[in-house]
């Protein structure tokens, strides 16, 4: 079945720097989605992509699809303390199918 | 109501005992997501409804859970003659429309289930 991965585990940064998670399907997926969870709070959405080798900005952060459509990145930029957070990628392989969640990457940033 | 809106919101329970957990999604979603999140990890997904029809229940561990959205809006999840195994975070989600473009998924705070 569809698998979705994450790396790395866990990141700890000091505030100012820059942080990248990659997550990568098994299978191609038709879209993927992105989600941030605070500790204690539940995912909230980030945005998706749909696209072959789109790139979607916001603020401090920046999607990437791969052209493959089986991998995906977030990066932000200059990390404040309020970026703390596990982020998720979930992606779909087809519109018809479930959405499968990565095991997240856990972000802390050192003030 | 503005959210994704679960209860209760915690639940202790006997081992062998029978929990319904309650999902009332936001006003006019169509699909409705049911997943299992355990500590550090990611959502693991159960199953879900497109209105009041279960597309796929592929994540149910086993025959002790089963879901039901009657009227294609509130869903309950059941889980009977609980064991400690099932002690969890379940969540659940609802989105406007699933096979759009636009299928972004909100999120209730959760049931935090405890057998003891």
């Known amino acids: 079945g569809q698998q979705v991965m994450q790396i790395p585990q866990y990141q700890h940064v000091q505030e100012g720097e820059d942080f990248t998670t990659y997550c990568n399907s098994s299978?191609?997926?038709?879209?993927i989605q992105w989600y941030k969870q605070r500790p204690g709070g539940h995912p909230v959405f980030l945005i998706q992509l749909v696209k072959s080798g789109e790139v979607k900005k916001q603020k401090r952060l920046t999607f990437q699809f791969g052209e493959a459509k089986k991998n995906s990145s977030l990066h932000i930029t200059a990390t404040q303390t309020t970026d703390v957070g596990t982020y998720f990628c979930a992606g779909r392989g087809t519109s018809y199918d479930k959405v499968i969640f990565g095991p997240g990457t856990s972000l802390s940033v050192i003030p | 109501g503005a959210g994704v809106s679960q209860s209760p919101r915690y639940k202790v329970t006997k081992r062998g005992q029978d929990v319904a957990l309650r999902c009332d999604p936001i006003?006019?979603?169509?699909?409705l997501y049911w997943y299992r999140q355990a500590l550090g990890q990611g959502p693991e997904f159960l199953t879900y409804?497109?209105?009041?029809?279960?597309?796929?229940k592929s994540g149910l561990p086993n025959d002790r859970f089963s879901a039901e959205r009657p009227e294609g809006s509130i869903s309950t999840l059941t889980i009977q003659r609980t064991e400690q195994r099932d002690s969890a975070m379940y969540r659940c989600?609802?989105?406007?429309?699933?096979?759009?473009?636009?299928?972004?998924?909100?999120f209730g705070p959760g049931t935090r289930l405890t057998v003891l």
């Open positions: 006003s006019g979603h169509v699909s």
């Open positions: 299978t191609t997926l038709s879209n």
């Open positions: 409804f497109n209105y009041e029809a279960q597309q796929d």
């Open positions: 989600a609802s989105s406007l429309e699933r096979a759009s473009s636009y299928n972004e998924q909100f």
